[in-house]
Protein backbone atom coordinates (compact mmCIF):
# COMPACT_ATOMS: atom_id res chain seq x y z
CA UNK A 1 0.00 0.00 0.00
CA UNK A 2 1.04 3.66 -0.81
CA UNK A 3 2.00 5.32 2.71
CA UNK A 4 1.72 9.16 2.81
CA UNK A 5 3.17 10.15 5.91
CA UNK A 6 3.29 13.65 7.52
CA UNK A 7 5.25 14.34 10.55
CA UNK A 8 3.08 15.66 13.04
CA UNK A 9 -0.42 15.54 13.75
CA UNK A 10 -1.54 18.44 15.86
CA UNK A 11 1.35 21.23 16.23
CA UNK A 12 0.63 24.29 17.94
CA UNK A 13 3.07 27.15 16.79
CA UNK A 14 3.64 31.31 17.92
CA UNK A 15 3.40 33.83 15.89
CA UNK A 16 6.68 34.80 14.06
CA UNK A 17 7.61 31.44 14.48
CA UNK A 18 9.44 29.18 11.22
CA UNK A 19 7.53 26.12 10.44
CA UNK A 20 8.58 22.99 9.33
CA UNK A 21 5.63 20.73 7.98
CA UNK A 22 7.18 17.29 6.58
CA UNK A 23 5.60 14.77 4.11
CA UNK A 24 7.44 11.33 3.08
CA UNK A 25 6.36 8.79 0.60
CA UNK A 26 7.15 5.49 0.19
CA UNK A 27 6.21 4.62 -3.26
CA UNK A 28 8.89 6.49 -5.50
CA UNK A 29 6.11 8.97 -6.66
CA UNK A 30 7.36 12.09 -8.99
CA UNK A 31 4.38 14.30 -7.74
CA UNK A 32 3.64 15.71 -4.46
CA UNK A 33 1.19 18.21 -2.98
CA UNK A 34 0.42 20.67 -0.13
CA UNK A 35 -3.02 21.38 0.62
CA UNK A 36 -5.10 23.53 3.48
CA UNK A 37 -8.49 22.64 4.15
CA UNK A 38 -10.48 25.73 5.98
CA UNK A 39 -14.32 24.71 7.11
CA UNK A 40 -16.70 26.44 4.09
CA UNK A 41 -13.45 26.19 1.67
CA UNK A 42 -12.81 22.76 0.58
CA UNK A 43 -9.15 22.05 0.33
CA UNK A 44 -6.60 24.17 -1.80
CA UNK A 45 -3.69 24.09 -3.36
CA UNK A 46 -0.68 25.89 -1.76
CA UNK A 47 2.73 24.06 -3.72
CA UNK A 48 3.19 21.24 -5.64
CA UNK A 49 6.20 19.72 -7.23
CA UNK A 50 6.45 17.10 -10.04
CA UNK A 51 10.34 16.40 -9.43
CA UNK A 52 13.03 16.98 -6.78
CA UNK A 53 13.89 20.68 -7.08
CA UNK A 54 11.04 21.23 -9.18
CA UNK A 55 8.01 23.29 -7.13
CA UNK A 56 5.10 25.00 -8.55
CA UNK A 57 2.73 27.32 -6.71
CA UNK A 58 -0.73 26.30 -6.43
CA UNK A 59 -3.58 28.67 -5.72
CA UNK A 60 -2.75 30.10 -2.14
CA UNK A 61 1.27 30.53 -1.99
CA UNK A 62 1.45 33.58 -0.15
CA UNK A 63 3.24 32.91 2.68
CA UNK A 64 4.38 29.45 2.81
CA UNK A 65 7.63 28.17 0.87
CA UNK A 66 8.45 24.51 0.28
CA UNK A 67 11.55 22.45 -0.71
CA UNK A 68 11.70 19.15 -2.31
CA UNK A 69 15.42 18.12 -1.90
CA UNK A 70 14.80 14.03 -2.11
CA UNK A 71 12.24 12.65 -4.09
CA UNK A 72 10.47 11.28 -1.26
CA UNK A 73 10.16 14.28 1.07
CA UNK A 74 8.12 17.84 0.50
CA UNK A 75 8.59 20.55 3.26
CA UNK A 76 6.13 23.20 3.77
CA UNK A 77 7.82 26.29 5.74
CA UNK A 78 5.70 28.74 7.64
CA UNK A 79 8.64 31.59 7.53
CA UNK A 80 6.53 33.19 9.56
CA UNK A 81 3.52 31.78 11.11
CA UNK A 82 0.77 34.19 11.82
CA UNK A 83 -2.71 33.15 13.10
CA UNK A 84 -4.46 33.27 9.52
CA UNK A 85 -2.49 30.04 8.52
CA UNK A 86 -4.24 27.94 11.41
CA UNK A 87 -5.86 25.37 9.24
CA UNK A 88 -5.78 21.78 9.08
CA UNK A 89 -2.57 21.16 5.99
CA UNK A 90 -2.83 17.41 3.82
CA UNK A 91 0.01 16.45 1.94
CA UNK A 92 -0.38 13.91 -1.69
CA UNK A 93 1.06 12.08 -4.01
CA UNK A 94 0.62 10.38 -7.25
CA UNK A 95 2.47 9.07 -9.95
CA UNK A 96 4.42 11.42 -12.64
CA UNK A 97 3.11 9.44 -15.35
CA UNK A 98 0.40 7.58 -14.83
CA UNK A 99 -2.67 9.49 -16.66
CA UNK A 100 -5.04 9.57 -13.41
CA UNK A 101 -5.83 11.46 -10.37
CA UNK A 102 -5.59 9.08 -8.30
CA UNK A 103 -3.55 11.11 -5.23
CA UNK A 104 -2.71 9.45 -2.07
CA UNK A 105 -3.35 11.64 0.90
CA UNK A 106 -1.12 11.79 4.28
CA UNK A 107 -3.31 11.56 7.39
CA UNK A 108 -3.16 16.14 7.80
CA UNK A 109 -1.51 18.30 10.28
CA UNK A 110 -3.81 20.35 12.11
CA UNK A 111 -1.66 23.42 12.74
CA UNK A 112 -2.82 26.08 15.61
CA UNK A 113 -1.03 29.28 15.47
CA UNK A 114 -1.69 31.46 18.24
CA UNK B 1 -13.15 21.71 -15.55
CA UNK B 2 -16.56 20.79 -15.43
CA UNK B 3 -18.64 22.12 -12.40
CA UNK B 4 -20.58 19.64 -9.83
CA UNK B 5 -23.26 19.59 -7.77
CA UNK B 6 -24.03 17.36 -4.92
CA UNK B 7 -26.64 17.43 -1.78
CA UNK B 8 -24.89 18.56 1.08
CA UNK B 9 -26.07 15.24 3.12
CA UNK B 10 -27.44 12.01 2.91
CA UNK B 11 -28.08 9.38 5.91
CA UNK B 12 -28.10 5.84 5.62
CA UNK B 13 -29.14 2.38 7.74
CA UNK B 14 -26.62 0.39 8.11
CA UNK B 15 -26.02 -2.43 6.07
CA UNK B 16 -28.34 -1.05 3.03
CA UNK B 17 -27.23 0.36 -0.10
CA UNK B 18 -25.84 4.19 0.11
CA UNK B 19 -26.80 5.77 -3.36
CA UNK B 20 -24.62 8.91 -3.60
CA UNK B 21 -25.93 11.43 -6.44
CA UNK B 22 -23.70 13.89 -8.38
CA UNK B 23 -24.52 16.44 -10.93
CA UNK B 24 -22.36 17.51 -13.85
CA UNK B 25 -24.37 18.78 -16.89
CA UNK B 26 -20.83 20.66 -18.17
CA UNK B 27 -19.15 17.81 -18.79
CA UNK B 28 -16.86 17.45 -21.77
CA UNK B 29 -15.66 14.61 -23.44
CA UNK B 30 -12.19 13.79 -22.11
CA UNK B 31 -13.00 14.41 -18.42
CA UNK B 32 -13.53 11.28 -15.80
CA UNK B 33 -15.33 11.54 -12.79
CA UNK B 34 -13.58 10.70 -9.67
CA UNK B 35 -14.63 10.24 -6.46
CA UNK B 36 -12.90 11.03 -3.19
CA UNK B 37 -14.23 10.08 0.40
CA UNK B 38 -12.36 12.09 3.86
CA UNK B 39 -13.39 10.65 7.30
CA UNK B 40 -13.23 13.35 9.81
CA UNK B 41 -10.02 14.21 10.46
CA UNK B 42 -8.30 12.08 8.31
CA UNK B 43 -7.02 13.10 4.87
CA UNK B 44 -9.06 12.09 1.47
CA UNK B 45 -8.79 8.51 0.09
CA UNK B 46 -9.40 7.66 -3.37
CA UNK B 47 -12.50 5.41 -4.12
CA UNK B 48 -13.30 4.91 -8.04
CA UNK B 49 -12.88 7.18 -11.35
CA UNK B 50 -14.49 6.22 -14.14
CA UNK B 51 -14.99 7.79 -18.01
CA UNK B 52 -18.23 6.90 -19.52
CA UNK B 53 -18.46 2.76 -18.70
CA UNK B 54 -19.83 1.49 -15.38
CA UNK B 55 -16.60 0.85 -13.04
CA UNK B 56 -16.71 -1.40 -9.98
CA UNK B 57 -13.91 -2.18 -7.01
CA UNK B 58 -13.68 -3.61 -3.50
CA UNK B 59 -14.88 -0.35 -2.23
CA UNK B 60 -17.50 0.75 -4.57
CA UNK B 61 -19.65 1.03 -7.77
CA UNK B 62 -20.02 4.15 -9.96
CA UNK B 63 -22.57 4.33 -12.15
CA UNK B 64 -22.38 6.89 -15.29
CA UNK B 65 -25.38 7.62 -17.06
CA UNK B 66 -25.44 7.56 -20.65
CA UNK B 67 -25.52 11.11 -21.42
CA UNK B 68 -22.54 11.45 -19.09
CA UNK B 69 -24.42 14.41 -16.77
CA UNK B 70 -24.82 12.65 -13.58
CA UNK B 71 -23.17 9.99 -11.64
CA UNK B 72 -23.94 7.76 -8.53
CA UNK B 73 -21.70 6.09 -6.36
CA UNK B 74 -22.77 3.02 -4.73
CA UNK B 75 -21.53 1.52 -1.50
CA UNK B 76 -23.30 -1.51 -1.85
CA UNK B 77 -23.67 -2.68 2.06
CA UNK B 78 -22.92 0.46 3.91
CA UNK B 79 -21.27 0.42 7.64
CA UNK B 80 -20.94 3.26 10.14
CA UNK B 81 -16.99 3.14 9.14
CA UNK B 82 -18.06 4.49 5.78
CA UNK B 83 -19.49 7.87 7.37
CA UNK B 84 -17.94 10.41 5.43
CA UNK B 85 -17.75 13.53 3.18
CA UNK B 86 -18.35 12.15 -0.32
CA UNK B 87 -16.80 14.25 -2.92
CA UNK B 88 -17.03 14.29 -6.75
CA UNK B 89 -14.72 15.31 -9.19
CA UNK B 90 -14.68 15.82 -12.72
CA UNK B 91 -11.59 16.49 -14.45
CA UNK B 92 -9.50 16.34 -17.42
CA UNK B 93 -6.37 13.66 -17.13
CA UNK B 94 -3.20 15.77 -18.39
CA UNK B 95 -0.85 12.99 -19.01
CA UNK B 96 3.16 13.98 -16.91
CA UNK B 97 2.12 17.21 -15.58
CA UNK B 98 1.32 18.05 -12.24
CA UNK B 99 -2.36 18.61 -11.95
CA UNK B 100 -4.57 19.00 -8.99
CA UNK B 101 -7.39 18.19 -8.08
CA UNK B 102 -10.17 20.39 -6.95
CA UNK B 103 -12.67 19.51 -3.82
CA UNK B 104 -15.88 20.97 -3.92
CA UNK B 105 -18.09 21.12 -0.28
CA UNK B 106 -19.16 16.89 -0.93
CA UNK B 107 -21.84 15.02 0.69
CA UNK B 108 -21.94 14.20 4.66
CA UNK B 109 -22.72 10.48 4.34
CA UNK B 110 -23.97 9.65 7.67
CA UNK B 111 -24.51 5.93 8.46
CA UNK B 112 -27.08 5.15 11.16
CA UNK B 113 -27.28 1.99 13.14
Known amino acids: DVKVTQSSRYLVKRTGEKVFLECVQD?????MFWYRQDPGLGLRLIYF???????EKGDIPEGYSVSREKKERFSLILESASTNQTSMYLC?????????????FGPGTRLTVT | DAKTTQPPSMDCAEGRAANLPCNHS???????VYWYRQIHSQGPQYIIH???NNETNEMASLIITEDRKSSTLILPHATLRDTAVYYC??????????????FGSGTQLTVLP
Open chain 1, 92 to 104: ASRPGTANTYEQY
Open chain 1, 27 to 31: MDHEN
Open chain 1, 49 to 55: SYDVKMK
Open chain 2, 26 to 32: TISGNEY
Open chain 2, 50 to 52: GLK
Open chain 2, 89 to 102: IVRVISSGSARQLT
